[in-house]
């Protein structure tokens, strides 16, 4: 198993660019989530979802769309790039119910 | 609104010391409680987690935390600590039946020579 795969693991943006963040897992799992991970703030809810077809937000959703047609993917989208969403961003997936996440090694994003 | 709060952000430890990282919470509601741990340039992996029965929980390399419901707190403690745990630290918690995570703002914990 490859567990949870990000790509890209690098990128730099330009003030109202759009892009997609890649996160797919292979394990079936029906739980899949993305975190935004800052300096002296851990990390904090962007989407969930609990299934395809399923998403909700988290905790700081503005800027973030996403979308779940299969159950191993789960692409996040930037929609207009803002210095403020100069993050690492981590997708961690589990079972439902198994309160056990596995995360993905992240992309390290800047917006200039 | 439930809040994660690690107090210390970074703890400087001599090799094979004692270290104990702190971890207190706020809920409402009944909550799962884990230790996670991110190695340099790494994700995180789940350390521990505290779903129910025994308050004190342990992990394969030697961690263990005790969930304390009267004080909410959920320290983590290891007698000896190695090089090799050198990372940084981050409490969370859930409520039950969610897997969505409240994290608090991670211990960078340093092993000293």
């Known amino acids: 198993n490859a567990g949870v795969t990000q790509t890209p693991k690098f990128q730099v943006l330009k003030t109202g660019q759009s892009m997609t963040l890649q996160c797919a897992q292979d394990?079936?799992?029906?739980?899949m989530s993305w975190y935004r991970q800052d300096p002296g703030m851990g990390l904090r809810l962007i989407h969930y979802s609990v299934g395809a077809g399923i998403t909700d937000q988290g905790e700081v959703p503005n800027g973030y769309n996403v979308s779940r047609s299969t159950t191993e993917d789960f692409p996040l989208r930037l929609l207009s790039a803002a210095p403020s969403q100069t993050s690492v961003y981590f997708c961690?997936?589990?079972?439902?119910?198994?309160?056990?996440?596995?995360f993905g090694p992240g992309t390290r994003l800047t917006v200039t | 609104a439930q809040s994660v709060t690690q107090l210390d952000s970074q703890v400087p430890v001599f090799e094979e010391a004692p270290v104990e990282l702190r971890c207190n919470y706020s809920s409402s509601v009944s909550v799962y409680l884990f230790w996670y741990v991110q190695y340099p340039n790494q994700g995180l992996q789940l350390l521990l987690k505290?779903?129910?029965?025994?308050?004190l929980v342990k992990s394969i390399n030697g961690f263990e935390a005790e969930f304390n419901k009267s004080q909410t707190s959920f320290h983590l403690r290891k007698p000896s600590v190695h090089i090799s745990d050198t990372a940084e630290y981050f409490c969370?918690?859930?409520?039950?039946?969610?897997?969505?995570?409240?994290f608090g703002t991670g211990t960078r914990l340093t092993i000293i020579p």
């Open positions: 961690a997936s589990s079972h439902d119910r198994s309160y056990e996440q596995y």
């Open positions: 505290y779903l129910s029965g025994s308050t």
């Open positions: 969370a918690i859930s409520n039950f039946g969610n897997e969505k995570l409240t």
């Open positions: 394990m079936n799992h029906e739980y």
